[in-house]
């Protein structure tokens, strides 16, 4: 697993994120998390003589801390053991070994703690009562929370607003689309104001504007006081890279990686290309007066002049010789881009090396 420390600011495209300091209390701690699970009647299939698969490692000895006021992501592929972590924090299912404590609870010896402290919504919700009304629902919910009428239904009226709910408030659950569904799943989790947020793939069936909300809401969580400490899984990696203070990183059940995603990208490359586009010269006067400084570029027309294209290394000074040979020779430059590694690129990198690991161990056998 990599794991370094972490800065006071890290800079991510155009956005700055201002970090946790060290000294923050922890909200959420994972401490060399198991779960297996058992081939179901094993026994009795081998009584039998029949075919049976192997137990399944869901999770294998994972080990992080959130801090509180912290948004921290999980992502991994389908399977990873995202989920199944995410269900063990929220004490739906116990750990086959490790413990998980949350503001200071045991999991599984002060599980009621645990939960009175959480709010959680998954990616696919089949808790409600299909037959209620979404405002029946979050009521019925409220109560089992121990809210009084009155408080719940001030609640729900500005939960509804929140995730402009107020037209189907009063429709059956059976008939919302699923992108309603999901909005009305994260309003439920929200119900009591708990401190720590565990959200499964969030913005999963929302449409892009409703996504856009959804990211705003959850970065307006952690900015309020007392700040909810927000976990969350998703498939939309750009979005990850927006919201998240640090990013862990699961494959196969293991915990690969854990860090800011600028740092977790650093990993990929400390290589990037960079573009600029640049007015008032042109490919043939480029390649003409700027010699061998320039053997490397890619020089190509646009309407406006050229588009200049090479690769660098952070903190080399590629950049800053491409801007003054531009300048000296009467360009400007109008624009200049980066492209850097993504968090696609890691994750997809550490799924080749289980693979090639996995294909290797079937050799030796």
């Known amino acids: 697993m990599v794991s370094r420390g972490e800065d006071t600011t890290t800079t991510t495209g155009d956005r700055q994120i201002t970090k946790l300091p060290d000294e923050a209390p922890v909200a959420i701690a994972v401490d060399h998390?198991?779960?297996?699970?058992?081939?179901?009647?094993?026994?009795?299939?081998?009584?039998?003589?029949?075919?049976?698969k192997?137990?399944?490692?869901?999770?294998?000895?994972?080990?992080?801390?959130?801090?509180?006021?912290?948004?921290?992501?999980?992502?991994?592929?389908?399977?990873?053991?995202?989920?199944t972590l995410t269900k063990i924090i929220a004490t739906l299912i116990q750990p086959t070994s490790g413990a998980v404590l949350v503001n200071g609870f045991d999991s599984v010896q002060d599980d009621e703690a645990v939960r009175s402290q959480i709010g959680l919504a998954g990616a696919e919700e089949r808790s409600f009562y299909w037959r209620l009304t979404g405002?029946?629902?979050?009521?019925?919910?409220?109560?089992?929370?121990?809210?009084?009428?009155?408080?719940?239904?001030?609640?729900?009226?500005?939960?509804?607003?929140?995730?402009?709910?107020?037209?189907v408030a009063r429709r059956r659950f059976g008939e919302l689309s699923t992108g309603n569904k999901q909005r009305l799943a994260v309003a439920r989790a929200l119900l009591a104001n708990p401190s720590v947020l565990l959200l499964d793939e969030p913005t999963r069936s929302l449409d892009p504007l409703a996504a856009a909300r959804m990211r705003e809401l959850i970065a307006s969580l952690a900015r309020q006081d007392p700040p909810a400490t927000i976990l969350f899984t998703s498939h939309n990696l750009a979005e990850v890279e927006t919201l998240c203070d640090r990013v862990a990183i699961i494959s196969k059940g293991e915990l690969k990686a854990i860090d800011t995603p600028f740092s977790l990208r650093a990993l990929t490359s400390d290589s990037e290309r960079v573009h600029?586009?640049?007015?008032?010269?042109?490919?043939?006067?480029?390649?003409?007066?700027?010699?061998?400084?320039?053997?490397?570029?890619?020089?190509?027309?646009?309407?406006?002049?050229?588009?200049?294209?090479?690769?660098?290394?952070?903190?080399?000074?590629?950049?800053?010789?491409?801007?003054?040979?531009?300048?000296?020779?009467?360009?400007?430059?109008?624009?200049?881009?980066s492209e850097r590694p993504t968090l696609l690129d890691l994750l997809e990198s550490f799924e080749a090396e289980e693979e090639t690991s996995q294909a290797v161990s079937g050799n030796r056998r």
Not at 34 to 52: D, E, G, I, Q
Not at 135 to 149: I, M, Q, W
Not at 152 to 164: T, Y
Not at 297 to 308: F, L
Request: zero cysteines; proline letters at 4%.
């Open 33 to 52: 998390i198991s779960k297996t699970y058992p081939t179901p009647f094993a026994r009795l299939k081998a009584f039998f003589r029949r075919k049976s």
């Open 276 to 337: 600029l586009a640049v007015a008032g010269l042109s490919k043939v006067t480029i390649e003409g007066r700027f010699g061998r400084e320039v053997k490397s570029w890619i020089v190509k027309p646009t309407v406006s002049g050229v588009e200049i294209s090479f690769d660098r290394r952070r903190g080399d000074t590629k950049l800053d010789a491409a801007i003054g040979l531009i300048r000296e020779n009467g360009g400007t430059i109008i624009s200049i881009e």
């Open 54 to 83: 192997p137990p399944v490692e869901a999770v294998r000895d994972v080990t992080f801390n959130v801090k509180r006021g912290e948004i921290f992501g999980l992502i991994g592929r389908n399977g990873a053991g995202k989920t």
């Open 135 to 167: 405002e029946e629902n979050l009521l019925f919910f409220a109560r089992l929370y121990g809210l009084p009428d009155r408080v719940s239904k001030e609640r729900i009226a500005d939960l509804f607003a929140r995730f402009e709910l107020q037209e």
